[in-house]
């Protein structure tokens, strides 16, 4: 009998909310939508000379070797720029043992070229 009564002040006392949450303490909304910060990087320009010793005219691609006897590879972009004499050129231009002059923007250890000048 005394767990009876003790089990109906119980639920009595669920059903009235004297257990709820008080009033005055409200659950704060969930945020409607999420923010994300992107955080880049700026690149190192980078200006190397040298002799181009191979080009790849399917993937737009050339290989330099400076001064120093360091090869480097450049990928061409649809904004870099091939100019000769000042004045824009085709990929088709470049050939091996030309020398040029590359401006590049150094992404960890990749280089893109901005502009390659036919010297």
């Known amino acids: 009998m005394r767990k009876l009564i003790m089990t ?70 649809d904004t870099t720029t091939l100019t000769s004499g000042g004045a824009p050129a085709e990929f088709s231009a470049l050939r091996e043992g030309t020398n040029v002059k590359v401006s590049a923007e150094k992404h960890g250890r990749r280089l893109t070229p901005i502009a390659v000048e036919i010297r």
Request: charged share 25%; glycine share 6%.
């Open 8 to 77: 109906s002040v119980f639920v009595a006392g669920l059903s009235s909310g004297a257990f709820a949450q008080p009033a005055s303490i409200k659950a704060k909304p969930a945020a409607a939508t999420e923010m994300t910060t992107t955080i880049k990087k700026s690149a190192a320009i980078v200006e190397i000379e040298g002799s181009v010793m191979k080009v790849v005219t399917k993937k737009k691609e050339i290989y330099v070797k400076d001064a120093a006897g360091k090869k480097h590879e450049f990928y061409f972009t």
